[in-house]
């Protein structure tokens, strides 16, 4: 991959970084794939002054243009697709079939969000009186800035940019240290179908905390939306808090995954399997707890675990693997700690629970696909988000049990229910908290459904016309005469 160093677009134009460049690895053997320039608080401050300027006529823009250039970036994504799945990839480390489909999920929210411009709509609320008439109308908020993780490093770029674009708004992005060239092919995208310029900026840094502060304090940044963990989430809610200042966070997960008696059973292994080791399973609505019936329990551990034996750990540009690498060290290590803190305290390791070396990848950070039983509830696994490819199966009796066990966590992100009894699935949806439910399904993000969750895992709504709502302002207006 060719080495690639301007990697700021602001106000129009591709330019380095006064504070020089940080080399981009590929996590499955830490090869250097290239460089990105390395912004600071100057340089953050200035794409925020473009998009401000550009914020008057992107705003008053027709949505029925704004909708054409978006679909103009759907288009091209589509139109792009392998060489964009080749990119992320090399620098997330994710399966070639995964990238693929997330370069399909990106145009999806460009094309969803297309539509979307166009509705933004207000009201007219009846008067009581006859001289006066009260109308109620909804505005872009301004300029957002758009923290993004690695792990989806296209996808969730589109589902936060689109909208902000659809509604009128313009938008500063700060992908992830790990995976800014995803980024950067975007906003190539952006330039090519004739974005204005200042309406979408890219900053890339090595070290985002600069880069937060300045948006947290600059004045001109009306809104931040951001992908990541809790701690970095509550840093910039906690600042943008007291200057009254709205924030949108998607702060991670951990999903309960439970399969009842009467469940499909073969449905419900595919559809855990997909969940849990989709992106080696980092990803913040990957299964973390799966809670099994107790009369099927061994009957779906003995399916699973055949199941996980077939999965291929490798890098994922080779034909035929389904488990990739983990994204850096201190994430490779966190799987470790976790399966080790388990086993210590009395859980089984079944299959797994080791670092894989993957011939001519040595370097490369390859967890093998694990399944763990005997869990006690204290186990980390069991009270934190793995964000790994560690699938914990516990027993449970019955209904009121497992659901007390479900909402026994801090998080409230995505929750998943098996089960042929239809009011059982409509008790279970409605009791588990958290923001997205799959009954029999494993697979639930789509971009016209909203996706957000609740408690620590975040405020805020993603996708649908929830998505759009996020990017507006209400307004009321009343004229007398």
């Known amino acids: 991959m060719t080495a690639t160093t301007s990697t700021l677009f602001i106000d129009g134009h591709w330019q380095s970084a006064a504070g020089g460049t940080y080399p981009v690895f590929d996590p499955a053997n830490l090869e250097t794939i290239g460089r990105a320039s390395d912004a600071g608080r100057a340089d953050a401050a200035a794409a925020v002054d473009a998009a401000h300027r550009a914020f008057p006529a992107w705003s008053h823009t027709a949505p029925l243009e704004r909708a054409r250039l978006l679909r103009a970036v759907a288009d091209r994504l589509a139109a792009d697709r392998d060489e964009l799945a080749e990119i992320i990839t090399l620098e997330n480390g994710k399966p070639l079939a995964q990238a693929l489909g997330e370069v399909g999920f990106a145009a999806q929210f460009f094309s969803w969000f297309a539509e979307e411009a166009r509705r933004g709509h207000g009201e007219i609320v009846p008067s009581n009186f006859a001289n006066k008439r009260r109308l109620v109308i909804r505005q872009p908020i301004g300029v957002v800035a758009v923290i993004s993780p690695w792990n989806l490093p296209l996808a969730i770029v589109a589902r936060k940019l689109a909208p902000v674009l659809a509604a009128g708004c313009t938008g500063v992005l700060k992908p992830a240290e790990q995976t800014p060239l995803s980024a950067v092919a975007l906003f190539k995208i952006f330039e090519q179908v004739g974005l204005p310029g200042g309406v979408a900026n890219l900053v890339t840094a090595a070290e985002p905390d600069g880069l937060g502060l300045e948006f947290v304090e600059n004045d001109r940044v009306a809104k931040i939306s951001f992908t990541g963990s809790v701690e970095v989430g509550g840093k910039l809610a906690g600042g943008a808090g007291r200057r009254i200042k709205p924030v949108s966070l998607e702060l991670g997960g951990h999903a309960p995954f439970i399969v009842f008696a009467d469940a499909d059973l073969d449905n419900a292994?595919?559809?855990?399997?997909?969940?849990?080791?989709?992106?080696?399973?980092?990803?913040?609505?990957?299964?973390?707890?799966?809670?099994?019936?107790?009369?099927?329990?061994?009957?779906?551990?003995?399916?699973f675990r055949q199941r996980v034996a077939t999965l291929k750990v490798g890098p994922g540009r080779e034909p035929g693997v389904a488990v990739g690498p983990m994204i850096d060290r201190e994430a490779f290590e966190k799987v470790e700690r976790h399966v080790a803190d388990a086993v210590a305290a009395g859980a089984v390791c079944l299959h797994g629970g080791i670092r894989v070396v993957v011939p001519g990848c040595e370097r490369g950070f390859f967890f093998a696909p694990t399944v763990l039983t005997g869990l006690p509830p204290d186990a980390l696994v069991c009270r934190e988000e793995t964000f790994g490819p560690v699938a914990p199966l516990i027993v449970f009796d019955?209904?009121?049990e497992v659901v007390r066990a479900a909402n026994s966590t801090k998080y409230g992100l995505s929750g998943y229910v098996f089960t042929r009894d239809l009011g059982r699935a409509f008790r279970l949806a409605e009791a588990l908290e958290c923001g997205v439910v799959g009954v029999n399904d494993g697979v639930t993000p789509v971009p016209e459904c909203p996706f957000g969750g609740v408690k620590n895992s975040g405020i805020g709504r993603e996708g649908g016309w929830q998505g759009l709502d996020e990017c507006l302002t209400t307004k009321y207006i009343t004229l007398a005469f």
Do not use: H, M, T
């Open 269 to 303: 292994v595919d559809q855990l399997v997909a969940s849990k080791f989709r992106n080696s399973g980092q990803a913040c609505l990957c299964a973390n707890r799966v809670y099994v019936q107790a009369p099927i329990f061994a009957e779906f551990l003995r399916r």
């Open 398 to 400: 019955d209904e009121d």
